[in-house]
């Protein structure tokens, strides 16, 4: 509770200090309100591959209010050029529209470096060049009357700002009065900022990261605390604005430029592309023979096996990312994402990990590709306490195995998924059925493939081997019942290409000598035998521990 207290008086102190500046300098306030979203953003685990569009979005949000109040204060000073306003604006509106749809394209910190070189300028000359200097005596008309402004609300939706900073600049050098200039940015702020707003809420709206109260990529928690704070203060920098002499506006603006121009340099000092680092690996007797590397090929439509020898992880291609099911072991984490770059796609943009069941050679190279991606983790509410710690829980038929590793690297920002619940990923529904037996909070997940007009049914079935610990039996507690109605339950499954944690279950090896003939793959009664099969060999162990048959491992 008091986290979350101190997380709002931040988002409402920001609100306040962005108003100020909005009537002072006629900027939206986007310059102190992303940086700060972000930072609050990351304080309550929000993933970090969407941290700035969430700022951004919501900053675009929050100028609506604070550019309207802004601008009525400043036309009763008569301090707005509404004739120029009404010139640029379609041009504004365009360029904001595409700057939300290209935001997500193009590296953030290239377009931070560009903006702060052009405010280091603009600030050197507000504050040492002599008057006169400006670049003409009037604003253009002929072709730049749309590049100019059209640049203007590219560049400005892109970065979450209201565009005050770069029209303010150039009205300034196309010599504009800075009382004017300020007041004609405010207004054109709101041009900016309405449909730089809906393009991010339109963009955002399946991607599956998102936190809760989220409307596309704009944070309805952000706005509903920052947009009132900054209505109420904008009028206040204007009354400030309009007490100093234009002179005095000018250099306090260029001190501000420099100040927004350094703190853009410092955040974009690092373009570089972020690099996997795989933790420390696993050793176990089968270990070596599962993580041999394995070439990645097409399942069916838009699914990919990108996983190792005798570990199996499924890649699905959407239209708001990757799709990733199972990591395998820490050491798995690299050749897994050599096996996506192989099929020409880049592993940072995963965008969700789905996770069949929380054991080392499956959760443990979760961990590193999340960091690397900013991925959100899919599981039950029981496999996701197991991942918070990284150590097996009490329950877990393979609970002190000391044969096996105990713990796996841990992984946080989990999303619990309950049984029969639906992600979305694009385009892409993934349907959870939970299937409990081999592990207490073991998940098999189902989603449709289509290529050339025909659609499958692909089943992710979860493992069911009765396989434990020493001295851990099945017959005395819920874990034979679990597996005898998971085995039902994907028996009953609608089901045309089944796949499994672990390779051998689906013959992997054997249908890949076999491709030439057809997809070996599609089989719709898989999922029947591999429930059968897996029955057997519960009933197999069952007897054994009634001492009928030797133990089976």
Request: aromatic share 8%; glycine share 10%; charged share 10%.
């Amino acid at each position: 509770m008091d986290s979350l207290l101190l997380l709002g008086a931040a988002m409402l102190a920001t609100g306040c200090v962005a108003g100020v500046l909005a009537g002072l300098f006629g900027i939206g306030g986007g310059i102190v309100i992303v940086p700060v979203l972000e930072l609050t953003l990351g304080f309550v685990g929000v993933d970090p591959a969407i941290r700035m569009h969430i700022a951004v979005a919501t900053s675009l949000a929050t100028i609506i209010p604070t550019s309207l109040s802004s601008a009525r204060a400043h036309a009763k000073r008569q301090a707005v050029d509404f004739e120029l306003v009404k010139r640029w604006a379609p041009f504004v509106l365009v360029g904001a529209l595409l700057g939300a749809w290209i935001a997500a394209q193009v590296h953030s910190s290239v377009l931070a470096i560009i903006f702060a070189s052009v405010a280091f300028l603009v600030a050197a000359k507000m504050l040492f060049a002599p008057e006169g200097g400006n670049l003409t005596d009037d604003v253009p008309r002929g072709p730049l009357v749309f590049t100019i402004p059209a640049a203007i609300g590219c560049l400005s939706s892109m970065m979450g700002i209201g565009g005050g900073t770069f029209s303010v600049m150039t009205l300034t050098m196309f010599n504009q009065p800075i009382h004017r200039a300020v007041g004609t940015a405010a207004l054109l702020g709101l041009v900016i900022s309405l449909p730089g707003t809906i393009g991010f809420i339109i963009t955002g709206w399946s991607d599956a990261r998102l936190p809760p109260g989220s409307l596309g990529y704009v944070n309805l928690l952000g706005f509903a605390l920052i947009a009132p704070a900054t209505v109420l203060t904008a009028p206040l920098g204007a009354k400030i604005a309009h007490s100093f002499s234009e002179k005095k506006l000018s250099m306090l603006f260029g001190a501000f430029l420099l100040v927004a121009a350094g703190r853009l340099f410092y955040g974009a000092w690092d373009i570089g592309p972020k690099e996997l680092q795989p933790d420390d690996a696993i050793e176990c007797a089968r270990c070596g023979d599962w993580n041999l590397p394995l070439d990645p090929f097409r399942i069916y439509g838009n699914t990919w096996y990108v996983g190792t020898n005798g570990l199996s992880s499924i890649l699905i291609e959407t239209d708001a990312g990757l799709i990733l099911m199972d990591g395998g072991l820490p050491q798995s984490a690299a050749l897994i994402e050599a096996n996506i770059s192989k099929l020409g796609f880049d592993a940072k943009n995963i965008a969700a990990i789905f996770l069949s069941h929380a054991h080392f050679d499956h959760a443990g190279g979760i961990a590193a590709l999340q960091k690397l991606s900013g991925a959100k983790v899919y599981t039950s509410r029981v496999a996701a306490a197991t991942l918070a710690t990284g150590l097996l829980q009490e329950g877990d038929p393979q609970f002190f195995n000391t044969s096996l590793p105990m713990s796996f690297p841990a992984i946080a920002n989990v999303t619990v998924v309950g049984d029969a619940e639906v992600v979305t990923v694009g385009s892409v529904d993934i349907f959870s059925v939970h299937t409990p037996g081999h592990t207490p909070g073991g998940v098999t997940w189902t989603w449709q493939s289509c290529a050339l007009n025909t659609c499958y049914n692909i089943v992710y079935a979860d493992s069911l081997s009765a396989v434990s610990a020493v001295g851990f039996h099945f017959s005395d507690g819920p874990a034979a019942m679990d597996l005898r109605t998971s085995a039902n339950i994907i028996s009953s499954l609608d089901c045309d290409i089944f796949l499994s944690p672990h390779p051998f279950f689906f013959a992997m090896h054997e249908k890949l000598q076999r491709r030439e003939l057809g997809n070996p793959f599609v089989n719709n009664v898989a999922c029947r035998i591999y429930a059968q099969d897996s029955l057997a060999w519960l009933e197999q162990r069952l007897r054994a521990e009634s001492g009928q048959l030797p133990a089976v491992d």
